[in-house]
């Protein structure tokens, strides 16, 4: 939610008109991908998302699977990892390819108290981002809504990618990029949001500067696919 404030806030600087908002808006908020991990599956469990058995051969195996929200707003597993660490590795991954699409992408990084994440993500995507030619615009840190929490359980890490908003189109496309400039003009260029640094702890951080990680559609609270 705070990356689609801030696109919003650029748009109506840059003069894009009041009956394009909400499209714009609605078709980078489609451009925006989430993933997330969790520490443990009892939460997953316990709420009707995974079988018992999954419970059980999962816990057994160390798997810690990332999840990621679909087009359609369920749940569901992009990828399984044996391990915390790995599952971290995962999404970072899964964010990557996500960002290869376009030039420019705004980051997204959620750590839950006590799961202070925050820097090392952030190095480990711009340095792949940057090995791939991928400008990031600027990160947002956030923390993990309770209502969130309840499900996943207290250990909860995610990372959310989009792409910056002047270059809503994928890059693989120079006509449909040069398009979506020109509706506010071919000379805007938007300015990139600043990171929101740490300044002492992550908790510190966190009470000042809260975002929220944005996933369009709102998952629906629906078994694990």
């Known amino acids: 939610m705070g990356d689609k404030i801030s696109a919003r806030k650029k748009m109506i600087e840059a003069g894009v008109p009041w009956e394009r908002l909400d499209a714009d808006l609605d078709a980078l908020s489609r451009q925006t991908r989430v993933w997330f991990s969790t520490k443990t599956l009892s939460y997953l469990r316990h709420g009707g998302r995974i079988s018992e058995p999954v419970y059980r051969l999962g ?15 369920y749940y569901v597993v992009a990828r399984k990892t044996r391990g915390w660490q790995k599952s971290l590795d995962a999404q970072v991954k899964l964010a990557v390819e996500v960002g290869e699409k376009f030039d420019r992408v705004q980051l997204a990084i959620s750590c839950s108290i006590g799961n202070d994440h925050f820097a090392e993500l952030e190095e480990k995507l711009r340095n792949e981002l940057a090995r791939r030619g991928i400008e990031g615009a600027g990160v947002v840190y956030a923390g993990v809504s309770p209502d969130l929490l309840v499900h996943t359980g207290p250990d909860m890490v995610g990372v959310g990618i989009q792409p910056a908003w002047r270059l809503v189109h994928a890059r693989a496309s120079p006509k449909q990029t040069s398009s979506a400039c020109s509706r506010v003009g071919s000379s805007i260029h938007c300015t990139p949001s600043p990171r929101l640094e740490h300044h002492g702890s992550a908790h510190a951080s966190l009470r000042n500067h809260r975002a929220q990680l944005a996933c369009a559609p709102v998952c629906s609270n629906q078994p694990i696919a």
């Open 59 to 73: 816990t057994m195996l160390n798997i810690k699977p990332v999840i990621t929200c679909h087009e359609e707003g």
